[in-house]
């Protein structure tokens, strides 16, 4: 363990001692080995957090609320057990718990929540990141907020960068009147300069040129048009390859997508799949939003996930709106969740709030997600998800 997180498992494991727990029971708790236990509570000894009770007085409210996340994590591999085998051998998530300090879901409130998480979690994210040589990145407020919390921590010394990392944007831009500030090109712009402190200041590859979904109004010629234009723009040509009738014979490089090994990405609640950008996405694709949830359990990176059992004509309707999808697809999260295998970080998903759960336990079903960032709201209804018998394998 990194020496910060040794120390809130420190705290964690004292704090459950003096409840009275056995180590044993810690370690299930903690999701951890008897053995780090017993370590474990040699050192809260030796830093006087447990004498013949816990002792808070040593241990400040945000290291006792951080250790406090932590227990959320026993709950959660009966989830992992719930899920079993993931499909063609993905790596079994890893868990990163953070306080909640509201479950308020008030526009106001729900900022404050993402910039708290945000802050929580900077550091370990860049210990994650640390690990991946291409980072693909998605869009939208979590993923910016993650993303200016690790620009403020390296700006305060907090973690070194790690240079020599190709960042790389996955999703085009909705057709609103501005580039969003929350857009894939401008925070992997942004996460470059973090992680890269000598990236030049508009040298990143940038899809703001391209739509991020072709709106419903256009015939079939005029898609394919349309994606034969796009292909023409170099950045998404890099990113995403040329199609093959378009090979002249030479060798083609092989695209950023392709070597994708961490993608740094938010995901949808239930009730606002594709909500990005005030639903502009939702009037491009030409469907009404209460289809769209019909149709659909949520979007992770864009890529919408369909509901199961669905007829012919609602399958129909969702390849309706893919075909017109400019972004990373399905098999890209899967091709970088493979590469994980490896000791690449593979999907690293950013998300709070309970009303997520359903969304990321179908993404963690899939073997979509190999490090899930996360609240205590969230992972306590993951857990209660965990603790019913599964009906499907």
Known sequence: MEKKADDVYVVAAAYLSGQGKTQEEIAIDLGISQALVSRLIRRAKEKQYLETRFVSEKVSDEDLARAKARLRKGPLQQLLTQIG????????????VYPCRSRNR??????????????????????????????????GEMVASAVDAMQRKQADGHESPHPGKTIIPLLGEPLGRNISQHSSSVLASKLAETLNPKTEPGSTLSLAPVPALIPA??????IGTIRKLIRRITAYREIYGAEERESDGEEKPVPWIDRVDAILTSISTEER??????????????????????????????????????????????????????????????????RAQKGAPGVIVLAIGANKASVVHEGLRRGLIQHLFMDEDLADRLGEIGAVPSRSS
């Open 217 to 222: 109004d256009m015939t079939k010629a005029e």
């Open 273 to 338: 799949p594709l909500g990005f950008d005030d639903d502009r996405l939702i009037r491009a694709a030409g469907i009404r939003r209460e289809r769209l949830n019909d149709l659909v359990i949520g979007d992770l990176c864009g890529i919408v996930i369909p509901r199961p059992n669905l007829d012919s004509q609602s399958k129909s309707e969702i390849e309706n709106i893919m075909a017109r999808w400019t972004g990373a697809r399905v098999e890209h999260l899967e091709a970088c969740a493979t």
């Open 106 to 139: 008030s526009e106001a409130t729900w900022r404050h929540r993402i910039q708290m998480f945000s802050s929580d979690c900077a550091d370990d994210l860049v210990k994650v990141l640390a690990s991946a040589s291409v980072i693909g990145v998605a869009w």
């Open 85 to 96: 085998a993931l499909p063609s051998g993905k790596p079994m998530p890893t868990f990163h």
